[in-house]
């Protein structure tokens, strides 16, 4: 098995894709010529072709648009946005048309295409660059969205999105592109779509997040553990449609839920997920709920970058306090 970073793996789970499904093709800026401006499909145009790895004008519109054609005519287009503070421009195709196709037609037709873009904070880019915009794509019907949180689940879950008949979003946060490598076995073994994934078991409180976040989740589950506080540590992965009954599961058995996540606070998927469980898992709930999330800010430029971003501390000082209020 080869050791890779997160970049490494989502090249890897397109390169295996494109050599057994012909009719995969991929299409951005930049992303044949000069393999992406994170290389995260480098050398796939000479290894297929520049009529399967296509460089596009700067046009976000147009990438949508034509993706979705593609989509439509039986080809399965993986369409890249460099960064997803460009990604807005394709919410008109994205909505009207990509995630109603199967709708609109009666299941005559569908629109199996994958539109990845970079996204989060943690990397000291310039403005627009850093959004994280999950709650804007998850709150639309029609929709999956997923988010990896490792070399191994970007890879899994990357076969998995390109292998399903329907339109996949599917934001690969650029932090972890490179921080970190995992053994992965390049066997085109996909994983499940639509489940969460536990990282670790717990019995006093359960932490809940996904994509960049994690790390700091599961840095706060180590001091917590220092304290001897046990923390569950859940990855959602995919954030639309959401597996809720993993999540009440855990919440049942440890009777705290602290929600992380980088994006601004008010609107997102963090609140849905208190919603969720406000409905269906009240009396499973010792304490109140909390959440540690970015700010109702824009994202700042690089110095106080960290300072918008949720911090081991803020993780843990919730927790502290969902167990002094139970």
């Avoid at 894709?17 to 994170?38: C, K, R, S, W, Y």
């Avoid at 989060?120 to 627009?128: L, T």
């Amino acid at each position: 098995m080869a050791e890779l970073n997160l970049v490494e793996a989502v090249n890897r789970a397109l390169a295996w894709e494109m050599q057994h499904d012909p009719a995969v093709v991929l299409l951005g800026e930049d992303i044949g010529v000069n393999g992406g401006v994170f290389r995260a499909t480098v050398g796939l145009q000479q290894r297929f072709g520049a009529a399967r790895v296509i460089d596009t004008a700067l046009a976000e519109t147009a990438i949508a648009g034509a993706a979705i054609g593609m989509a439509a005519m039986g080809l399965k287009p993986v369409a890249e946005i460099q960064f997803s503070g460009f990604i807005y421009p394709t919410l008109d195709h994205v909505i009207n048309h990509a995630s109603r196709l199967r709708h609109r037609t009666r299941g005559r037709l569908t629109c199996p295409m994958v539109l990845r873009s970079p996204c989060g904070a943690g990397i000291h880019a310039p403005e627009h660059h850093s959004e994280s915009p999950e709650a804007l794509f998850a709150h639309v019907p029609g929709l999956r969205v997923v988010m990896p949180s490792s070399p191994s689940r970007a890879y899994g879950l990357l076969l998995a999105a390109l292998r399903d008949p329907d339109p996949v979003i599917f934001l690969e946060p650029t932090r972890l592109y490179r921080l970190f490598k995992q053994e992965i076995a390049d066997d085109g073994a996909a994983l499940p779509l639509d489940v969460c994934f536990t990282l670790r078991a717990g019995s006093d409180v359960t932490l809940v997040s996904w994509g960049a976040m994690l790390q700091e989740t599961q840095a706060a589950a180590d001091a917590l553990a220092a304290e001897g506080i046990s923390a569950e540590v859940i990855d959602v992965a995919t954030l639309k449609p959401l597996d809720m009954a993993t999540i009440l599961d855990s919440v049942a058995r440890t009777g705290r839920c602290v929600i992380v996540h980088e994006a601004a606070r008010s609107g997102g998927l963090g609140a849905e997920i208190a919603a969720n469980l406000a409905e269906r898992g009240i009396y499973s709930l010792q304490a109140p709920l909390q959440r540690v999330t970015g700010y109702d800010i824009v994202v700042p430029l690089a110095r106080l970058e960290y300072q918008y971003l949720p911090s081991v501390e803020r993780i843990v000082a919730a927790v502290r306090k969902s167990l002094e209020a139970g």
